[in-house]
């Protein structure tokens, strides 16, 4: 609404309600001598006693207003409780001004004879209609404020079941129309609510009208809103919407709410509660051009990410999506999950393809890839968990090494439009095996979409909250142990994205890339490791010192304290959207004029150099030799630093005391997962 009184009214706040009703107190008394009078003019004599009785009703009204906690309230938001809330309030203080008008004004004498004793009685009515009043005015204009922003693509809804459920969904879906989501009638089988309105929608049938009722109001989705139906109701609506070829979703049943399940919304603390980001949105349409009818292949696909992606992926709709892992439980659960729930959602229009394979192994991914023929693939498979790969160097590797580069060389041998590697926040300067491993995924990844000119392109992020093996779980665990919650130091801090969020801006940057880009991920402010762990405790229902305690640690040997986005040499700006940037490296790649080739330019060697020397690495990981490993590793990447890896390697043999301070050592990079 752009009309000026109604924008004042709808952004008044409490404080301005408070000075609307001094001025309504103060004004009511006159008011109601005019009315009594009905003329512009009153006795003379009576102005001084209207002047005390127009204060005392005054001071009597706040004092009765605020112990309502009157100016306490969000007016736009009024329901039937503040509408209670203003009839007491108003009665109230009716009540008690009458009460000080005959026991204390009139006895003292301040009110004289021939006053209108019907003057405290028309103030009564006339206060309650006008704060009354300016308070549902607020309300009126911010409902249809908010249903004229309903976009005009919304989805049009029809809800069965014209109860308490329906009645809760039509309420909830037109006090929030970015929802996306219309209500347009119901239909219910009670004779007695035909044609009736309910939060202005008409029952405008029975549920055997389903197929007319769809066909005539464009109907594109059906909400069943009965809880307490039989399963064959269910059904029969689900059976008939699969027909009319619209979607069907359904809350509930009784028994799963009556189990705690959905009652009031209850639910565990969620990692989102902490993480004080505003929502991310993406360009669905850009997506939707990259994604629908595509062959999509995601691997990792039972990880974290790679089950987040899966999901995403499903809504836009590709011909097939391969899912691919190499462990089978999980693989498993993404694809019957899949089946269960994404593929009601989308019918039959996506095939759902599972994949048990090691991205090691390439002649296994040879087949796959000629077998499956995706378009565009999304690299997700990698060994993640710090603290595990600093025992386990030569596996970390040849999984995010070897098997980046076999599938990089396979997507560029069979015509792969796109792809995109997943990488991390700890392949900038890394300071562990994992970082740097990842980060020698980018350079394989870059140099094969240099030397290949296609769209292969990186995606960097930092930690993932709620990711398995992360630290909101791990803290989770401790708490409900009872502590303590131990934490290396107290000033660490982490980038952190949800799951969903950072899935949402990898499908968009792999929107955006076309030419071997490096895409980097805002995440917002860093936060404290001991802040996150503080709420967590808190929102736990507990108190940090008297049911949990925090244990600070020490630092590992070789973690950061501030985790770090960009190199030195990668200059970052934004790109199309607002939330992903990506970086420029201008030292990285040069034009060679003699072949017209691209070359690396990294501080130590030439692109065919690293190549050869990536080579190498993979036989001396392959050979379990650590030490030249790591010597490659450093060549590869200058600006690794792995102390302790360095320590382990040149250390002589130690006494069983110092054997046992490097296992309770390792055993903590374990335990602390994302902190690296």
């Given at each position: 609404?752009?009309?000026?009184?109604?924008?004042?009214?709808l952004n008044?706040?409490?404080?301005?309600?408070?000075l609307?009703?001094?001025?309504?107190f103060?004004?009511s008394?006159?008011?109601?001598?005019l009315?009594?009078?009905?003329?512009i003019?009153?006795?003379?004599?009576?102005t001084?006693?209207?002047?005390?009785?127009?204060m005392s009703f005054?001071?009597?009204?706040?004092?009765?207003?605020?112990?309502?906690?009157?100016?306490s309230?969000?007016w736009?938001y009024?329901?039937?409780d503040?509408?209670?809330?203003l009839?007491?309030a108003?009665l109230t203080s009716?009540?008690?001004c009458?009460?000080?008008?005959?026991?204390?004004?009139?006895p003292?004498g301040v009110?004289?004879k021939g006053f209108?004793?019907s003057?405290?009685?028309?103030?009564?009515?006339?206060?309650?209609?006008?704060?009354?009043?300016i308070?549902v005015?607020i309300r009126?204009?911010y409902v249809?404020?908010?249903?004229?922003k309903?976009?005009?693509?919304?989805k049009r809804?029809?809800i069965?079941?014209?109860?308490?459920?329906g009645?809760?969904?039509?309420?909830?879906?037109?006090?929030?129309?970015?929802?996306?989501?219309?209500p347009v009638?119901f239909?219910?089988?009670?004779?007695?609510?035909?044609?009736?309105?309910?939060?202005?929608i008409?029952?405008i049938g029975?549920?055997?009208?389903?197929?007319?009722?769809?066909k005539l109001h464009?109907?594109?989705?059906?909400?069943?809103?009965?809880p307490?139906?039989s399963?064959k109701?269910i059904?029969?609506?689900?059976?008939k919407?699969?027909?009319?070829k619209?979607?069907?979703?359904?809350?509930?049943g009784?028994f799963e709410?009556?189990s705690g399940s959905a009652v009031?919304?209850?639910?565990?603390?969620?990692?989102?509660?902490?993480?004080r980001?505003?929502?991310?949105?993406?360009?669905?349409q850009?997506v939707?051009?990259?994604?629908h009818g595509a062959?999509?292949m995601?691997?990792?696909?039972?990880?974290?990410?790679?089950s987040?992606?899966?999901?995403?992926?499903a809504?836009?709709?590709?011909?097939?999506?391969?899912?691919l892992?190499h462990?089978?439980?999980s693989?498993?659960?993404?694809?019957?999950?899949?089946?269960n729930?994404?593929?009601?959602?989308i019918?039959?229009a996506v095939?759902f393809?599972?994949?048990i394979?090691?991205i090691?192994?390439r002649e296994?991914?040879?087949?796959?890839?000629e077998e499956?023929?995706?378009?565009?693939?999304f690299?997700a498979?990698a060994?993640?968990h710090?603290?595990?790969?600093?025992?386990?160097?030569?596996?970390?590797?040849?999984n995010?090494?070897?098997?980046?580069?076999?599938?990089?060389?396979?997507?560029a041998a069979?015509g792969?439009q796109?792809?995109?590697?997943i990488?991390s926040d700890?392949a900038?300067?890394p300071?562990c095996?994992m970082?740097?491993?990842k980060r020698?995924?980018?350079l394989?990844?870059g140099?094969a979409?240099a030397r290949?000119k296609?769209?292969?392109?990186?995606?960097?992020?930092?930690?993932?909250?709620g990711?398995?093996?992360s630290?909101?779980?791990?803290?989770k665990n401790?708490?409900r142990d009872?502590?303590p919650?131990?934490?290396?130091?107290?000033?660490?801090?982490r980038?952190?994205?949800?799951?969903?969020?950072?899935?949402?801006?990898?499908?968009?940057?792999?929107?955006?890339?076309?030419?071997?880009?490096?895409f980097?991920?805002d995440?917002?402010e860093?936060?404290?490791?001991?802040?996150?762990?503080r709420?967590?405790?808190r929102l736990?229902?507990?108190?940090?010192?008297?049911?949990v305690?925090i244990?600070f640690?020490g630092?590992?040997?070789?973690?950061?304290m501030?985790e770090?986005?960009?190199y030195?040499?990668?200059?970052?700006?934004?790109s199309?959207?607002?939330?992903?940037?990506?970086?420029?490296n201008?030292?990285?790649?040069?034009?060679t004029?003699?072949?017209?080739?691209a070359?690396?330019e990294?501080?130590y060697?030439?692109?065919k150099?690293m190549?050869?020397?990536?080579d190498?690495l993979?036989v001396?990981a392959?050979?379990g030799?650590?030490?030249?490993?790591?010597?490659?590793l450093?060549?590869?990447v200058?600006?690794?630093?792995n102390?302790?890896?360095?320590?382990?390697?040149?250390?002589?043999?130690?006494a069983?005391a110092n054997?046992?301070?490097d296992?309770e050592?390792r055993?903590?990079?374990?335990?602390?997962?994302?902190?690296?």
């Amino acid at each position: 609404m752009h009309n000026p009184i109604y924008s004042t009214i709808l952004n008044m706040r409490n404080r301005h309600l408070l000075l609307v009703d001094v001025a309504i107190f103060s004004l009511s008394p006159l008011v109601s001598f005019l009315f009594r009078f009905e003329n512009i003019s009153f006795p003379a004599e009576f102005t001084p006693s209207l002047v005390i009785m127009t204060m005392s009703f005054l001071v009597i009204k706040l004092v009765v207003f605020n112990m309502f906690q009157f100016y306490s309230r969000y007016w736009r938001y009024a329901s039937v409780d503040e509408a209670v809330t203003l009839i007491y309030a108003t009665l109230t203080s009716w009540i008690f001004c009458i009460t000080a008008f005959f026991a204390v004004l009139v006895p003292l004498g301040v009110i004289p004879k021939g006053f209108p004793i019907s003057i405290p009685f028309i103030d009564g009515i006339l206060t309650t209609l006008m704060v009354g009043g300016i308070r549902v005015a607020i309300r009126i204009i911010y409902v249809f404020n908010e249903r004229g922003k309903a976009n005009a693509n919304s989805k049009r809804i029809l809800i069965v079941g014209a109860g308490v459920s329906g009645s809760m969904i039509v309420k909830e879906l037109r006090s929030n129309p970015q929802i996306g989501m219309e209500p347009v009638g119901f239909v219910d089988d009670d004779r007695s609510k035909q044609h009736m309105y309910i939060h202005g929608i008409e029952v405008i049938g029975q549920i055997a009208d389903i197929a007319e009722v769809v066909k005539l109001h464009n109907i594109n989705e059906v909400i069943i809103a009965m809880p307490t139906v039989s399963g064959k109701v269910i059904r029969d609506i689900v059976s008939k919407c699969k027909e009319l070829k619209v979607k069907s979703k359904t809350i509930p049943g009784v028994f799963e709410i009556l189990s705690g399940s959905a009652v009031a919304q209850l639910r565990d603390v969620q990692i989102e509660d902490l993480l004080r980001r505003d929502i991310v949105t993406i360009d669905e349409q850009n997506v939707d051009k990259l994604i629908h009818g595509a062959r999509v292949m995601v691997t990792g696909a039972g990880g974290s990410i790679g089950s987040e992606l899966c999901r995403q992926i499903a809504r836009f709709r590709p011909k097939e999506l391969i899912m691919l892992g190499h462990g089978e439980n999980s693989i498993f659960l993404i694809h019957n999950e899949m089946k269960n729930k994404q593929g009601v959602a989308i019918g039959s229009a996506v095939k759902f393809t599972t994949v048990i394979a090691d991205i090691r192994d390439r002649e296994r991914m040879e087949r796959v890839i000629e077998e499956c023929r995706p378009q565009i693939i999304f690299h997700a498979a990698a060994h993640k968990h710090v603290g595990l790969m600093e025992a386990n160097t030569s596996d970390a590797v040849t999984n995010n090494v070897l098997g980046t580069k076999i599938l990089v060389e396979l997507a560029a041998a069979y015509g792969v439009q796109k792809l995109v590697l997943i990488s991390s926040d700890k392949a900038v300067n890394p300071m562990c095996v994992m970082g740097v491993t990842k980060r020698v995924a980018e350079l394989v990844v870059g140099d094969a979409a240099a030397r290949n000119k296609s769209p292969f392109v990186i995606v960097r992020f930092g930690n993932v909250l709620g990711s398995r093996g992360s630290v909101v779980p791990i803290f989770k665990n401790q708490i409900r142990d009872g502590g303590p919650v131990t934490i290396t130091h107290p000033d660490v801090t982490r980038f952190f994205l949800t799951i969903p969020e950072a899935v949402r801006l990898v499908l968009q940057a792999g929107a955006l890339g076309d030419s071997g880009e490096t895409f980097v991920l805002d995440m917002g402010e860093p936060v404290k490791i001991v802040d996150l762990a503080r709420d967590l405790i808190r929102l736990s229902g507990l108190q940090e010192g008297h049911d949990v305690d925090i244990k600070f640690t020490g630092l590992i040997d070789g973690e950061k304290m501030h985790e770090e986005l960009f190199y030195d040499h990668e200059q970052a700006s934004h790109s199309k959207h607002e939330k992903i940037f990506v970086c420029e490296n201008k030292n990285a790649l040069r034009a060679t004029p003699a072949n017209g080739d691209a070359a690396f330019e990294n501080s130590y060697l030439e692109r065919k150099t690293m190549l050869a020397d990536i080579d190498r690495l993979i036989v001396a990981a392959r050979a379990g030799n650590a030490e030249e490993t790591n010597d490659l590793l450093k060549k590869i990447v200058p600006q690794y630093s792995n102390i302790a890896l360095e320590q382990q390697n040149s250390a002589k043999p130690r006494a069983a005391a110092n054997d046992s301070n490097d296992a309770e050592r390792r055993s903590r990079h374990v335990s602390e997962g994302v902190q690296c």
